[in-house]
């Protein structure tokens, strides 16, 4: 383990507790980030990644847990924020199982402090493991006792914001409007059939080529090449593949109206959604617009029928469209808005006295 502290706990660190693990018999090495339990457990994904090393990690999770507060809060969910990260040594395929229940000790030992689920790289299967070991995991598989696959729910949340930020900011529907997604596995795949429901053209590329030519194929959709994707001539740009995918010098080459995906932190530095301002290209934030995953999880972690959770996955695209209109009638950044209003929840959650029981 390194003795160095990770120069992100330096930089960015404002959590409750950040956990680095190393499990000595299966090698499984992770790190559980706790930001915030101030609405509740802290519920986020457990994502198994290639890092570069365990300070990468370690910064990674930071990132993606404080996003999670956001997300949670934003979504009107009682949970807080917090993440998992696993690094991806190349050896998970053989040990995965002995591997994924030495997280499920891991995550077990926080005594219900974070809620693991499902990520980028890990499953519903993987989640049933993960439940051999500790009752804090949510998102299984239906033969596990879960309701599997959020993306679905996810892919709603996300159509939802589109609809809505091309009304409010381009004052019209979907029909005949041109969509550029890119990535189109699990949640990807689901917005481009929605999308094409309502009428949109829709342009799509995935480094896996052979998968975007069958998508486009069953959806009447263009494949397209990768290179300069992001700056062909959009409406709307949906990130769906992995984060940090515009850059400071990504943004002067979009041409689009509308950057909205389910991408979680499309943007390599929050900073760069005033640039996009500037250039008069509406930024619907990630953890607004792909909320719809973590609700469906969070309501299979606390047994909500499944009619709650559709009323809920609306309730989000509800919220979504009174931010943009009040973004838009204050003259602020959607993401200041959405800040704000899950920074609301969080203080008044930190007023409430606790009552003992
Ligand atoms: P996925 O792994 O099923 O799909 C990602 C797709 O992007 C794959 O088809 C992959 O080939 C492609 N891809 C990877 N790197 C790429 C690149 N550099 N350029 C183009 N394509 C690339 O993941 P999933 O579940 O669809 O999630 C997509 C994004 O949405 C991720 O950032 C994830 O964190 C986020 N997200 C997913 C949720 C869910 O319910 N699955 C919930 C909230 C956020």
Redesign the pocket.
Known sequence: MPTATPAALDREFDHECVNVFHDTRTGATGVIAVHSTALGPAMGGLRLHRYGGVDDAVADALRLARAMTLKNAAAGLDLGGGKAVLLDDGAWTAGRTERLEAVGRAIDALGGRYVTAE??GTSPADMDVIATQTQWVAGRSAEGGGRGD??LS?ARTVFGAIEAAVDVHLSTSLAGVHVGV???????SHLVALLRAAGARVSL????EA?ARTVAEQTGSTAAP?AGFLAQDLEVFAP????EVIGAAEVPRLRCGIVCG???NPLADDGLAADLAARDILYVPDFIA?CG?IVYVAGDFARQDEDEVDRRIAGCVDRSRELLVTARDTGRPPLDVARDMAAGRLAAAARTPVVAA
């Open positions: 990520d980028v959020p993306s996810t890119l990535g189109v596995g699990h949640v990807g590329a995935d480094v896996d998968r990768l769906c593949a992995m984060g389910a991408a979680n792909n995953g």
